[in-house]
């Protein structure tokens, strides 16, 4: 896991940094954790493509302060965990504006430490993703929002949905749903994200499009549609095989 710790009191950052090592030999836990004295030293480098799992950010910090970072990294990536360690209380409801997972009252606890690194340890096992390229961006995609990949010239366009807008428990799903999503181009070719996301329950449907299994609703000879209501074509050649993933996949998740 990587972890970032953003505070420009060392006392404190040391004391952090030490409870987040011991836990990490407590769960056996491989830990790589990066220091910064100040949002601009992080801000310079960061990008989402270094993807980290949680950041630790102390709030009262001169010239940009924590939240105001956090509104910052935010912009950019909506998955990393935010952990705001604070002397108050003040900023809680501003919080709520960049998801933060947590307010630390410092001096920090180990006990709220540890159980704040055990959330996030069950969060990366359930939700992964990848990292994808555009024209001026890197994008940190979670795997189970994608519905499809469509080669399009030289690179790809991911049709992805997000969890406001409806990710359900397909085991049980019946009824279709339709549901907005939205479009990310890419630079990376359909050869290349097949490599990626083959382990992951995803299949070549077409030359052109690539599926995610779990999240579809129904396949007819000549199309698949998913549950948030879209639809792209399946090829003569490779109806059977999609259709064995689908009832492999489900089959799968029936029996657990």
């Known amino acids: 896991m990587k972890v970032a710790i953003i505070e420009d009191d060392e006392v404190h950052a040391d004391l952090l940094e030490k409870y987040l090592l011991e836990w990490s030999r407590v769960k056996n836990i491989a830990l790589m954790i990066s220091r910064y004295l ?33 509104k910052t990294v935010r912009k950019k990536d909506s998955i990393v965990n935010i952990i705001f360690t604070t002397g108050i209380t003040g900023y809680m409801e501003e919080g709520y504006e960049v998801e933060a997972m947590h307010y630390l009252i410092k001096p920090v606890s180990k006990d709220k430490i540890y159980k704040c690194m055990d959330k996030i340890l069950n969060r990366k096992k359930e939700t992964d993703y990848i990292i994808v390229h555009s024209k001026d961006e890197i994008h940190k995609i979670i795997i189970n929002q994608i519905n499809y990949i469509e080669a399009r010239g030289h690179g790809c366009v991911i049709e992805i949905f997000s969890k406001e807008n409806g990710i359900r428990n397909t085991r049980f799903c019946t009824k279709l749903h339709t549901k907005p999503t939205e479009f990310i181009e890419v630079s990376e070719s359909i050869s290349e994200l097949e490599t990626i996301v083959k382990t992951k329950n995803f299949t070549r449907c077409h030359r052109s499009y690539l599926c995610a299994v779990p999240n579809i609703h129904h396949i007819s000879k000549t199309e698949i549609t998913f549950d948030t209501g879209s639809h792209i074509p399946v090829s003569r050649r490779l109806y059977k095989d999609v259709n064995q993933a689908f009832i492999n996949y489900f089959s799968k998740i029936n029996k657990e």
């Open 38 to 70: 100040d949002a601009e030293s992080f801000l310079f480098e960061f990008e989402p493509g270094l993807a980290f799992d949680v950041l630790f950010i102390d709030i009262q910090m001169q010239e940009i302060n924590g939240m105001e970072m956090a």
